[in-house]
């Protein structure tokens, strides 16, 4: 009986080995575990993770190759829905979506999907070593991506199948987005995203890095140059900030700015390269989410000795992924749940050496079906801390609505698009992934970007709008 | 790769560098910067942009040889390469037609405030340049900017050249002369600063132009922010010009020192890479 062979398990680091380091920390399934993992899968004749999957991938068709000891043919099935799959094994929420419908879930554990996909794409990357497929066909237009993050590239990746020729156009000197400069090396190495784009380069896309599209050149300047429609693909990235009394003060970061430092100039190796970072000594990170986790575990790893998790609710209402909860406890982060901060304090020259804090319990529920935190009165404390991170969400980048006409936004000031078909108020100008949703998964983003270009090709098929 | 035309120093710690980068050349506005890194290894630094030739594709840059990236700028030669430059970014220069200019520039602000003073000159205005610096032979593009100006200043600290007296002396007597609808400082942050506190009483809307730590450039990282007004602001995206009267100079001189223990660490350690350079050459 299937159900009878348990949910092999990913070997990983310890958190011992994993202090003082950026190595990745599950290690991968040997072949012969990826074959029995995979024959957990009952092959259902309907099958409920597929719905569960934000680009729907086949997700029986790769297994059961996989099981047949295919593993050239599940990348094949993998690779005709998703464009990264060596990056959505590694950081897609399975728990949330595609695991969450397996029918096995109900009585037993759910096949280990995303571990699985992550196999066959790493297989695929360092046995294979495949050769850029073939595009169907070749079209004669050009299409201007803007934004090199998982939205984009899965459009770009669609789009160069398709046959368009295709143009990234990314503001920093690194392609991918939050995969580079958010997403730290120990939860997703830098070279499996390169590997990924290096694909989409050797399909014919090309990429015009430090370039800041609205800046300069506009959106209407690329529809007027050569470009048949445009995709905005900027994502969020504007920090929020708690707006409170001394978040200025030297030592206090956004999520963003410190993982930036860390991940995309890698100041984790300061002084060999160049970018520094402050490497505290008790370091408090605010939010709850899987950037929270993430700049926790980065501190932890460049030295702290105390590292505070600072969340206003409780752990149940934590948005971060299961998994990432779960590191950061190994690792010995110190979550204060129920806490939230009140203001910065600082010394004479400037520098963070403080951060008041109230406890909070949880009252009725709000608009968000959460319970909604509430102040003890008279819970004031003090947390000792010389580096404070704020990882508490991210707004939409406002430079490509600014700088273009006719574009519809949000009140929230991200781009109005159809849900359908990522279209804009503006013709030929489609968008997706957190500049329309706002911060939200990679694999929904690259969800978007699919949409996009199925329904760019459309538009530049019919010219119907 | 952006190729190098030329790289010299003008003064000891004073670099000017010449650079390929056809894009920048042809879309950037007076007030705007750009980010570059050297190379892998490299910080992005931003840098304002002094110069630029549209038919050669060519910008230049000033910068002041004061951590590890400017001090490996200073090392690099006619044909070497930058790795990354990305730019125009930040807001454009407001310039117009206001009356008469106040263009002030302290030590390497002069470079900044090259192409604005000629920009506020093309509008229309009267254009007054005061030039300070420490001394006569840490003064640059006087020659440039006497070319503009319907009348340029210069003030050395230690009196080596010009009027031996602050910026603000100057504007004081040019206050005192004549009426001076808009100010534009440009340089040390005191200097700034102190500009703007003369300024505020008579009101004369005054643009600063602030040279925060930052990452990206694009509003993404947040580590350059101000406080302009009471509010928070990203230099990057909102600025880097704004209103004087409403900057908060403390927070910025403050927030300019972030890394000042981590730039000793890395220099001492190019400071002796680059020793072993110049044994070589």
Known sequence: MKDRIPRQKMPELTPAERKNNFNEIPLGYSKETAMLEASRCIQCKKPACVGGCPVNVDIPGFIKEITDGNFSGAFAVLKKTNTLPAVCGRVCPQESQCEAQCILGKKFEPVAIGKLERFVADYEREV??????????????KVAIIGAGPAGLTAAGDLAQRGYAVTIFEALHSPGGVLVYGIPQFRLPK????????????????????????MSQTVDDLLDRDYHAVFVGT??????????????????????????????????????????????????????GNVAMDAARVANRLGAENVYLVYRRSRDEMPARLEEIHHADEEGINFQLLTNPVRFLGDESGNLKGVECLRMELGEPDESGRRRPVTVKGSEFIIDIDVAIIAIGNAPNPIIQKSTVGLDTTKWGTIVADNT????????????????????????????????????????????? | MHTIHSNDLVQ????????????????????????????????????????????????T??????????????????????QDIAGPLGHPTDVKRYGTVACIGGGIGIAPLYPISRAMKEAGNRVVNILGARSKDLLILEDELRAIGDETIVCTDDGSYGKKDFVTGALRDLMAKEKVDIVVAIGPVPMMK????????????????????????????????????????FTCVDGPEFNGHEVDFGELVSRLGTYRGEERVSDEKHKHACRIGLDRN
């Open chain 1, 191 to 214: 070279e499996i995203v390169h590997y990924e784009i290096e694909a989409l380069k050797k399909r014919g896309v090309e990429l015009v890095l430090n370039r800041v599209v609205g």
């Open chain 1, 128 to 141: 294979e070593n495949a050769a850029a497929r073939e595009a169907d066909g070749k079209k004669d237009k």
């Open chain 2, 12 to 59: 000891p710690t004073l670099g000017r560098m010449v650079v390929d980068a056809p894009y920048v050349a042809e879309y950037r506005k007076a007030g705007q910067f750009i980010i570059l890194r050297i190379d892998e290894f490299g910080e992005r630094i931003p840098l304002t942009i002094a110069d630029a030739d549209k038919d050669k594709g060519t910008i």
């Open chain 1, 421 to 465: 078909t990522m279209k804009t108020s503006k013709k030929g100008v489609f968008a997706g992934g957190d500049i329309v949703s706002g911060a939200a998964t990679v694999i929904e983003a690259m969800g978007a970007g699919r949409k996009a270009a199925a329904a760019i090709d459309e538009f530049c098929t019919t010219g119907a709008w």
């Open chain 1, 235 to 288: 994502g969020a990235g504007l920090p929020l900030f708690l707006n409170i009394a001394g978040e200025n003060l030297k030592g206090v970061y956004s999520a963003n700015e410190y993982l930036t430092r860390a991940n995309l100039m890698k100041a984790y190796k300061f002084p060999e390269y160049d970018t520094p970072i402050i490497r505290g000594k008790n370091i408090a990170v605010f939010g709850g």
């Open chain 2, 61 to 82: 840059l000033y910068y002041q040889i004061v951590g590890v990236t400017t001090r490996k700028m200073s090392l690099l030669k006619k044909g070497d390469h930058l």
């Open chain 2, 194 to 233: 102190a500009v703007s506190d003369m300024t505020r009483e008579p009101a004369i809307r005054t643009f600063v132009s602030l040279n925060s730590i930052m990452v990206d450039g694009t509003g993404m990282c947040g580590g350059c922010r101000v406080t302009v007004g009471g509010g928070t602001k």
